[in-house]
């Protein structure tokens, strides 16, 4: 797979042009986030998140699913096959998304990067969250880290993130049921709406 980090010219681009901000939840957990492999959820305000969150974690190397029909467009699609981006197709059932993350945790022990809304959202507005991140979760048995940003992301201004302390799934006392992965959505959509309540009240 492509090399998952930002050349060090294009990072310089991306580091001056959006100016990538990094808050954190709670600083004193700074140390335990992406210290061992994690899925990394986001909420998803435009094209350019990607490379202001590859630029935020430059120290780490960060895998982001993305919507397959995006990697045929110009100059976009260059992007995401060069920075270790996994294809998802929105138009079939496929679960081979899933495969090849597991196999990036597992044994790359390297990080995925997902926008569970699966569009974009509105400022400060929430989109109902798909399932997948959760029962990659649930087969993973890795961290979550939660990162919100607060877009549209936008040229030449500071591009602020708030990063939240990792946590853990429940596992489930059985085998992993629809029910379960649904219960723990929407405990992490909850999670993802407290970050964003905690940044806008941080912000004043």
């Known amino acids: 797979m492509s090399d998952t980090k930002l050349n060090p010219p294009l990072a310089a681009l991306v580091r001056t042009f959006l100016k990538p901000t990094v808050y954190y939840l709670d600083p004193s957990h700074k140390d335990e986030i992406l210290a ?8 998803h305000t435009g094209h350019l998140d990607g490379p202001v969150i590859n630029t ?26 060069h920075t270790g981006c996994i294809p998802i197709d929105r138009e079939h059932a496929d679960t081979s998304w899933i495969r090849t993350a597991l196999k990036i945790l ?7 990067v997902i926008y569970p809304e ?14 997948g991140v959760m029962m990659l979760t649930a087969l993973a048995q890795v961290p979550v880290v939660l990162i919100y940003q607060d877009g549209p992301v936008k040229w030449f201004r500071r591009n602020k993130l708030i990063i939240a302390p990792p946590y853990r799934l ?21 999670k993802m709406k407290d970050l964003m309540d905690a940044f806008i009240e941080m912000e004043g």
């Open 170 to 190: 429940t596992p489930p006392e059985n085998a992993i049921s629809a029910d379960y992965v649904e219960e723990q959505t929407a405990l992490l959509q909850q």
């Open 56 to 81: 935020a974690l430059y120290k780490h190397k960060l895998h982001t699913l993305a919507a397959k029909d995006r990697f045929e467009q110009r100059g976009f699609g260059f992007f995401l096959r």
């Open 36 to 43: 061992e492999p994690s899925i990394i959820v986001c909420n």
């Open 118 to 131: 699966g569009r974009h959202g509105e400022h400060r507005k929430q989109l109902p969250f798909h399932s």
């Open 106 to 112: 597992k044994v790359d022990r390297e990080h995925i």
